[in-house]
C-alpha cells in the first residue's frame, strides 16, 4: 500500500525558513516522479513543484511565485522527498501535501500545516 | 498560466440525484484533466485522470467527460459520502493548476 507521511510544519515567523518532509514507503520510490502541493485560505490548492524520478533524471520543475524561494529535493536511499521554503511570508500559511505525481497527483500524504506568523 | 474556473461554486442535492459538476479552461487541455474529490479535514482523492478515465477503487457513480475546454465531472446517484468538495486540474503545461472548486453540500 502507497503510504506518504509529511512532518516538519509549524510555527515559523515571516522571514523565516523551514523543511518539510515527506516519508514514503509501498512503492520504489526512486522511479516515482513526486510533487508538493499546498492548500491556502488565499489561493486554495496550488502546485509547488516536482522532482522527476531519479530513473528519469531527478530534475526539479517549479512555478515562477516560488521559483527562487522554495526548493524540492529527495533521498532515495531513504524514500525521503523534501521541501525547503525560505523567505517565508503570511500568505505562505497552510497545509502542504506530498504527492506522487504523473501530471494528475495519484497519492496524497495526510499533509502538514505550516503558521507563518510573528 | 491556465485559469481554471469551476462552475457552480456550490450545488445543494440530495442523495439519489444525479448531479453534474462543469470545469473550464482558459486555454485548450487536450484531455490532460483530473479531478479530486475533498472530504473536510482530508486531503484531496484522486477520482479521474485524462478527463475519463477511472482511478483504481473509485465507485462506478463517478464518471467524466471533455476535451479542450470544456469537462464535466458526473456522479450519477449521490451518496452521502459524496458531499464534499470537488476540483478539477490541468496538466497540460506547466505551471499545473487548480480550480477554485464546487462544494456538494445537502439540500
Known amino acids: 500500500e502507497v503510504q506518504l507521511m509529511e512532518s516538519g510544519g509549524g510555527l515559523v515567523k515571516p522571514g523565516g525558513s523551514v523543511r518539510l518532509s515527506c516519508a514514503t514507503s509501498g512503492f520504489i520510490f526512486g522511479s516515482m516522479t513526486m510533487s508538493w502541493v499546498r492548500q491556502t485560505p488565499g489561493k486554495g490548492l496550488e502546485w509547488l513543484g516536482r522532482i522527476k524520478a531519479t530513473t528519469d533524471g531527478g530534475t526539479t520543475d517549479y512555478p515562477a511565485p516560488v521559483k527562487d524561494r522554495f526548493t524540492i529535493s529527495r533521498d532515495d536511499s531513504k524514500s525521503m522527498l523534501y521541501l525547503q521554503l525560505n523567505s517565508l511570508k503570511s500568505d505562505d500559511t497552510g497545509i502542504y501535501y506530498c504527492?506522487?505525481?504523473?501530471?494528475?497527483?495519484?497519492?496524497w500524504g495526510q499533509g502538514t500545516l505550516v503558521t507563518v506568523s510573528s | 498560466d491556465i485559469r481554471m474556473t469551476q462552475s457552480p461554486s456550490t450545488l445543494s442535492a440530495s442523495v439519489g440525484d444525479r448531479v453534474t459538476l462543469s470545469c473550464r479552461a482558459s486555454?485548450?487541455?487536450?484531455?490532460?484533466l483530473a479531478w479530486y474529490q475533498q472530504q473536510p479535514g482530508k486531503a484531496p482523492r484522486l477520482l479521474i485522470y485524462?478527463?475519463?478515465t477511472l482511478e483504481s477503487g473509485v465507485p462506478s457513480r463517478f464518471s467524466g467527460s471533455g476535451s479542450g475546454t470544456e469537462f464535466t465531472l458526473t456522479i450519477s446517484s449521490l451518496q452521502p459520502d459524496d458531499f464534499a468538495t470537488y476540483y478539477c486540474?490541468?496538466?497540460?503545461?506547466?505551471?499545473?493548476?487548480f480550480g477554485q472548486g464546487t462544494k456538494v453540500e445537502i439540500k
Open positions: 486540474q490541468q496538466y497540460n503545461s506547466f505551471p499545473w493548476t
Open positions: 486555454q485548450s487541455l487536450v484531455r490532460w
Open positions: 485524462q478527463a475519463s
Open positions: 504527492t506522487t505525481s504523473s501530471g494528475s497527483f495519484d497519492r
